[in-house]
């Protein structure tokens, strides 16, 4: 067999992610490597630890990104803070508060479920009620944007709760960073993670993290090493620390990163508050046009993602066709439902770069044209005029 250079599709990414990366993260991406211990290359790990602060709405001095997917920041957390025997009270609505609940049984920890719908934000209340059957747990964990359903939940609630019985805070904002408010200071949130691929517009590979003094101090103290070496805050700040002298703990994922340091630049630049209206916004449009064709979302309107939609797919339609359809017809890619909702929903990403007009218009058009041709039962011609009314 001969093989000749990958030159990819150019298609347009509307689904879970990773989302559409921006021209100008992807020609930062190709500028000359050099060494992870250059001092210019020091300087710039400086200016997006800064940036990442910007992010998050921090000032924690501990704020980087892991160099592995959103995945490893999860587990960065729970392998951090998580010690044999901790008993720690998991929120789960969707696919990835089971793989917070996986993490912490892997470190050895019991985890004490609180269980909502999918579909659903995590309900307060019975996060009290847990608390308060489980005097001896230390952390909460929660994921605030549910990249499985599209349902946010309110995190500034939930970790005052988690406050109020002395457990520190674990929250995934993998799908939020970027997208929705995600406010670590104001919220007193003790250890977060989320992910480049989302609404950051970089490509997938790095998890941006950042942890409080409360959770540094656990850390500190903890009865035992971490179990993974590589995942040891206590050794990784040897070379993410402040000051230009860095001690060697792994080669970084140099392109990666100027990458996101040009991501946070955009956003920077953008405004956050800017950013989190230009999201909304664009949701309200595809929420138009898809309602008008007759669709449906699974969350209600108060506890949506703007930028993860759920859609029930209509009666009698196969949804691994149509994505099929979408993806050679239209170069445009929408997702699968996880878990139980699989062959139920498509969710469809308005994250970062692809949150944008074009890519409404080009997803409901494609999506319309695709339902019409196979017969399904949709309000025909009436979505342009409402997508466009929206956006005006």
């Known amino acids: 067999m001969q093989f000749r250079p990958f030159n990819p599709p150019v298609r347009t990414l509307m689904g879970p992610g990773p989302s559409d990366v921006h021209p100008r993260i992807l020609e930062a991406m190709s500028r000359p490597t050099i060494g992870h211990l250059d001092p210019a ?17 921090t000032k924690n ?26 008993q720690v009270i998991v929120c789960q609505n ?11 049984e892997r470190c050895g920890g019991t985890a004490i479920m609180v269980e909502d719908a999918w579909g659903e934000a ?8 847990a608390l308060k059957a489980n005097p001896d747990a230390t952390i909460v964990a929660f994921v605030h944007a549910e990249t499985s359903t599209g349902a946010q939940s309110d995190a500034e609630s939930l970790v005052k709760l988690a406050h109020q019985h002395d457990c520190l805070t674990i929250v995934d ?11 670590v200071d104001e919220w007193q949130i003790d250890a977060i993670y989320s992910g480049t691929q ?22 500190r103290n903890r009865k035992q090493k971490v179990q993974s070496w590589f995942m040891d805050l206590n050794l990784v700040m040897g070379y993410w620390g402040g000051g230009t002298k860095r001690a060697y703990h792994h ?3 140099i392109n990666a990163l100027y990458g996101l340091h040009e991501a946070l630049l955009m956003l920077q630049e953008e405004g956050l508050e800017n950013a989190w209206a230009r999201h909304r916004k664009n949701h309200l449009a595809l929420r138009a046009g898809l309602e008008a064709m007759g669709l449906t979302f699974i969350v209600n309107e108060a506890d949506r993602l703007p930028q993860l939609n759920a859609v029930s797919i209509p009666q009698g339609v196969d949804d691994a066709t149509v994505r099929g359809r979408l993806l050679n017809e239209y170069n445009l890619e929408i997702g699968a439902g996880l878990g139980a909702l699989a062959g139920k929903v498509w969710r469809i990403g308005l994250m970062g770069h692809a949150s944008r007009a074009e890519n409404i218009l080009l997803c409901v058009g494609a999506l319309e044209a695709v339902l019409s041709d196979m017969g399904a039962d949709i309000n025909q011609g009436v979505a ?3 997508m466009q009314k929206a956006l005006d």
């Open 173 to 183: 904002t993998v799908t939020s960073l970027g997208g929705t408010p995600v406010k």
């Open 122 to 129: 995590v309900d307060p209340n019975k996060l009290e009620a």
């Open 41 to 57: 290359f020091i300087q710039m790990m400086e200016e997006v630890k800064t940036l990442l602060q910007y992010a998050f709405q």
């Open 94 to 104: 969707g696919v990835f508060g089971g793989r917070m609940k996986e993490n912490v």
């Open 384 to 386: 342009l005029a409402a």
């Open 251 to 253: 080669t970084a994922p």
């Open 61 to 86: 001095e501990l704020t980087m990104p892991v160099s592995a997917p959103g995945s490893a920041g999860m587990e960065t957390c729970f392998a951090n803070l998580v010690e044999p025997g901790d």
């Open 198 to 219: 989302k609404c950051l517009s970089c490509t997938p590979g790095l998890s941006p993290v950042s942890f409080s003094e409360r959770a540094l101090e656990k850390i």
